[in-house]
Structure formats: C-alpha cells, structure tokens
C-alpha cells in the first residue's frame, strides 16, 4: 500500500486515508481478472491511485481507465461505490 494513504500511530495502530477503501477494492477486483498471485493488481492499483484520489470526491465518478507498461484496462466505477459505503457503514 503506497506510503501517504496511511500513518503510523502509537504502537501497531496505524490511520489510514478514507481512500485506501477503494484502492484495496479495485486490488480486489482486478484480482478476479488477473489471478490471485499475480503482481498485476496492486502495480495496476498503485499506478492509478491519483485518478482514484480524484474520482473520490466526483459525485458520479466515470469509468476508471489505466494505463499501465502498454496495458490500458477500463473499469467501471462500483468498486469505488463500494467502498464509499463501506466507509458509510463505519462511520455509522
């Protein structure tokens, strides 16, 4: 997980970026595509991470593309809905 969505707090607890959700649901659906062992998920995750800390705040986010070492792979958006209620549920 890339450095600045989290920050180490006292002991073992750590305080991670509300985006960090849809960073960890978009590894977990193109882990589906891609295979469990396959590193291809989290490089495809990390290398749109600015785009996902964009679409956040998007109130209708579009269709996620990524271009990656001559991939380009276009994803709809529900993982990032996803994981605003997921987050939605936390806070409740």
Do not use: C
Not at 33 to 39: A, L, Q, R, T, W
């Amino acid at each position: 997980m890339p450095d600045h969505l989290h920050t180490r707090l006292e002991g073992n607890r750590f305080d991670y970026a509300p985006v960090t959700l849809a960073f960890g649901e978009l590894v977990i659906r193109l882990r589906r595509y891609f295979g469990e062992n396959s590193p291809l998920p989290v490089a495809l995750a990390k290398a749109a991470l600015p785009t996902i800390e964009s679409m956040w705040h998007a109130p209708v986010p579009a269709p996620l593309v990524i271009r990656h070492e001559g991939m380009h792979v276009t994803i709809a958006p529900d993982f990032l809905l996803r994981a605003k209620e997921q987050l939605a549920a936390i806070r409740a």
